[in-house]
């Protein structure tokens, strides 16, 4: 069972998840990683990008809710 405490769950749409298997393809040409670790890549790339702006914004209330 997946730990809960650790993971969260999203719905990406069919064009997004497409797109999350054509890149994978392209990021690790001889291998092919799992789309989490895809997205986990690419946001943790975004963010770098971003230069700690990140950090600085304030989350609503209700997007800390877990369930």
Not at 38 to 63: A, Q, S
């Amino acid at each position: 069972m997946t730990d809960i405490s650790k993971y969260k769950n999203v719905s990406l749409s069919k064009d997004t998840y497409s797109k999350i298997d054509k890149l994978r393809r392209i990021i690790t040409p001889n291998t092919i990683m799992s789309r989490s670790q895809t997205i986990n890549i690419l946001v943790n790339k975004e963010v770098k990008r971003l230069n700690g702006k990140v950090t600085n914004v304030k989350v609503p209330e209700e997007d800390r809710k877990s369930f």
